[in-house]
């Protein structure tokens, strides 16, 4: 294609939207209604999977040492918990640390203890490269010895690495299925304006004009509206999570969960949602003028 016949049909893009003003409203109330549900969801469940995400990453494997062990055999148990593959980090926890976090657990009721021998166990804490592997890490590490016992959290850790797998599959289904709903509505309705074009597409090809030649102008035209479709929620879901995030980024404060941040998430959702709108114009324009043009 030639640049001058490029530019051309880009003009005769402009002057379609302009000139079909009602329905070109029409077809980008569609995309924006339905971007902006599609880009609502995704920044909901985007957060869920975060909120997952934080929640696995704080299960991790209590490796209570035996107290009959020396410094020379705990040194020789942590090389042990380093050489698993599927450790990734390896913290000591020691006795009086222990202690201090039961005090801080249980406040000025424990000091009725004060005094007394204490009775915790030095601890390795085991972060493993995946949640999900988490209770395997410690069935092997149960065997190892001087090993008094062995905590992940149990049948309760279970539970929630499937609930979050859950969340994350069940997300994932449901943005799939809106997506596909939007492709088939602003489909459709793109396809109600060039049905009301039909004659104007008859004519051209009367007059000898290639099927390219009548589809570019469509094309750029569909791939218009689904761009000024997405960039009106882009706005919308930009001010809305801006405002959201200042206010609940405040309450999470000093807890695990946190929201992702703006920046670079909104950007990546905001691109992904212009991308959407574009790609579902241009294919809604292509789908549409088969049955004009079959040749």
Same mark, same amino acid.
């Given at each position: 294609?030639?640049?001058?016949?490029?530019?051309?049909?880009?003009?005769?893009?402009?002057? *379609?939207?302009?000139?079909?003003?009602?329905?070109?409203?029409?077809?980008?109330?569609? @995309?924006?209604?339905?971007?902006?549900?599609?880009?609502?969801l995704?920044?909901?469940?985007?957060?869920?999977?975060?909120?997952?995400?934080?929640? =696995?990453?704080?299960?991790?494997?209590?490796?209570?040492?035996?107290?009959?062990?020396?410094?020379?055999?705990?040194?020789?148990?942590?090389?042990?918990?380093?050489?698993?593959? $599927?450790?990734?980090d390896?913290t000591?926890s $020691?006795?009086?640390?222990?202690?201090?976090?039961?005090?801080?657990?249980?406040?000025?009721?424990?000091?009725?203890?004060?005094?007394?021998?204490?009775?915790?166990?030095?601890?390795f804490?085991?972060?493993?490269?995946?949640?999900?592997?988490?209770?395997?890490?410690?069935?092997? #590490?149960?065997?190892?010895?001087?090993?008094?016992?062995?905590?992940?959290?149990?049948?309760?850790?279970?539970?929630l690495?499937?609930?979050?797998?859950?969340?994350?599959?069940?997300?994932g289904?449901? #943005?799939?299925?809106?997506?596909?709903?939007? @492709?088939?509505? #602003? *489909?459709?309705?793109?396809?109600?304006?060039?049905?009301?074009? *039909?004659?104007?597409?008859?004519?051209?090809?009367?007059?000898?004009?290639?099927?390219?030649?009548?589809?570019?102008?469509?094309? #750029? =035209?569909?791939?218009?509206?689904?761009?000024?479709?997405?960039?009106?929620? $882009?706005?919308?879901?930009?001010?809305?999570?801006?405002?959201?995030?200042?206010?609940?980024?405040?309450?999470? *404060?000093?807890?695990?969960?946190?929201?992702?941040?703006?920046?670079?998430?909104?950007?990546?959702?905001?691109?992904?949602?212009?991308?959407?709108? @574009?790609?579902?114009?241009?294919?809604?324009?292509?789908? $549409?003028?088969?049955r004009?043009?079959?040749?």
């Amino acid at each position: 294609m030639k640049i001058r016949t490029f530019w051309r049909h880009i003009k005769e893009g402009f002057k *379609s939207i302009g000139r079909n003003g009602w329905m070109s409203f029409a077809a980008v109330s569609a @995309v924006s209604i339905t971007l902006l549900l599609v880009g609502s969801l995704i920044g909901i469940v985007s957060n869920i999977n975060n909120f997952a995400t934080d929640i =696995e990453n704080d299960v991790s494997v209590r490796v209570y040492i035996d107290l009959a062990a020396t410094d020379e055999i705990q040194d020789d148990l942590a090389d042990q918990l380093v050489a698993l593959d $599927s450790v990734e980090d390896v913290t000591f926890s $020691s006795r009086e640390s222990e202690l201090d976090n039961v005090k801080g657990s249980y406040g000025d009721t424990f000091d009725l203890f004060e005094g007394d021998r204490n009775p915790l166990h030095d601890v390795f804490i085991v972060d493993t490269t995946s949640p999900e592997i988490t209770a395997e890490v410690a069935q092997e #590490i149960e065997g190892m010895d001087y090993v008094s016992d062995v905590n992940y959290g149990g049948a309760d850790a279970d539970k929630l690495f499937q609930m979050t797998s859950t969340i994350r599959n069940v997300g994932g289904i449901i #943005i799939g299925a809106l997506l596909f709903t939007a @492709v088939f509505l #602003i *489909s459709n309705t793109i396809r109600i304006t060039i049905f009301s074009r *039909s004659t104007e597409i008859e004519i051209m090809k009367l007059v000898g004009a290639t099927n390219w030649f009548i589809r570019w102008p469509f094309l #750029i =035209e569909g791939a218009l509206i689904g761009f000024v479709g997405a960039v009106i929620p $882009s706005v919308v879901l930009w001010f809305l999570y801006d405002t959201i995030f200042g206010t609940v980024s405040g309450f999470l *404060s000093g807890t695990t969960f946190a929201l992702l941040p703006p920046d670079p998430f909104m950007y990546q959702l905001l691109l992904g949602l212009m991308a959407i709108g @574009v790609t579902i114009g241009a294919v809604g324009s292509a789908f $549409s003028m088969r049955r004009f043009l079959t040749a």
